[in-house]
Nanobody
Framework: QVRLAESGGDSVQTGGSLRLSCAASGDILRSYCMAWFRQPPGKEREDIVGIFGGGSIPYYSHSVKDRFTVSLDNANNTMYLQLNNLIPGDTAMYYC???????????????????????????WGQGTQVTVSS
């Protein structure tokens, strides 16, 4: 199974930007459905981004669409999440997750990897904290 490690979280002011990284080891990202989740303090975990590790049209939740952008660097086996125009409502612990195609979910589900149930993901990073102040 792939191992994931997030980084890049920080404290910023409203309107600021951050780039989160999700570095993978032990396997290649292009074999996985990949996702970004976030969990604000005291709230449920939210699926905000989904993408096939080999490249696909990404899914963005309504809350982050047009502000966040996911990208893949297969050469470095890393997924990124660019966060722009941050607002206090974006304050959360951000996690990346991976589900292996053909094992955790069928290959046909990996065409886009949109809105895959969180229990399908078998690999999770430790999280990186994003705090946005007004």
């Amino acid at each position: 199974q792939v191992r994931l490690a997030e980084s890049g979280g920080d404290s910023v002011q409203t309107g600021g930007s951050l780039r989160l990284s999700c570095a993978a080891s032990g396997d290649i990202l292009r074999s996985y459905c990949m996702a970004w989740f976030r969990q604000p303090p005291g709230k449920e975990r939210e699926d905000i981004v989904g993408i096939f590790g080999g490249g696909s049209i990404p899914y963005y939740s309504h809350s982050v669409k047009d502000r966040f952008t996911v990208s893949l660097d297969n050469a470095n086996n890393t997924m990124y999440l660019q966060l722009n125009n941050l607002i206090p409502g974006d304050t959360a612990m951000y996690y990346c997750a991976a589900a292996r195609c053909g094992e955790a979910l069928p290959y046909y589900s990996c065409k886009y990897c949109h809105q895959v149930e969180d229990y399908t993901y078998t690999s999770w990073g430790q999280g990186t904290q994003v705090t946005v102040s007004s």
